[in-house]
């Protein structure tokens, strides 16, 4: 089942990436799927987001070291082989930059995943805030190629003003 954001967010999407239904290719857990063709070595490289309202007081890091523990758990093989925080006070952020490798249908993958977390503050009260997690998996020799729209693409995503419906 597709979740929701806890805020809705606006944010351009690179050219040569097309929504998904996230249902529909694998990843009920994300709020959206943005795929890039062509596929690499029979692996179309995503972008997923999704996001949660996190009341306590969990770090980035904490958060980034959760991500890390559930891919393990489905068996795959993981290194974080960049960390880093990002943003200001009143918006932190945290990059980390994984190699993986899976088995997937079969195939024994080797992917590379940036994930980027974005914490959105309420400014009356900082303790309420939302975390959005915005993920890049392509293949290692797409992602050089990718990363470019995949930073471009999370330099575009902003809360969407309440003018719209």
């Given amino acids: 089942m597709v979740t929701t954001l806890p805020v809705p967010i606006e944010f351009r999407l690179p050219d040569g990436w097309r929504p998904a239904p996230p249902d ?20 179309t490289a995503n972008i997923t987001i999704d996001g949660e309202y996190r ?11 959760g991500s890390v523990a559930r891919l393990r758990e489905t068996g795959a093989s993981v290194v974080v082989t960049d960390r880093r925080e ?6 932190p952020g945290l990059l980390q930059k994984l190699a993986v490798t899976t088995t997937a249908g079969g195939t024994v993958r080797d ?7 974005l914490s959105l503050l309420d400014v009356t009260d900082p303790h309420h805030r939302v975390v959005i997690r915005l993920v ?9 190629l990718l990363l470019r729209d ?4 999370v330099r575009s995503v902003q809360p969407r003003s309440g003018t719209e419906s």
Avoid: K
């Avoid at 990002?86 to 918006?91: D, H, I, K, Y």
């Avoid at 992917?111 to 977390?117: D, E, L, R």
């Avoid at 995949?150 to 693409?153: H, N, Q, T, V, Y």
């Fill in 24 to 43: 529909e290719v694998g990843a009920p857990g994300a709020a959206f799927i943005a795929l890039h063709s062509p596929p690499d070595a029979g692996f």
């Fill in 55 to 65: 009341p306590d007081p969990v770090t980035l890091p904490d958060m980034a070291d």
């Fill in 86 to 91: 990002t943003g200001s006070r009143e918006a």
């Fill in 111 to 117: 992917v590379i995943q940036t994930q980027a977390y």
């Fill in 136 to 144: 890049l998996t392509s293949t290692a020799s797409q992602h050089p």
């Fill in 150 to 153: 995949f930073e471009d693409f």
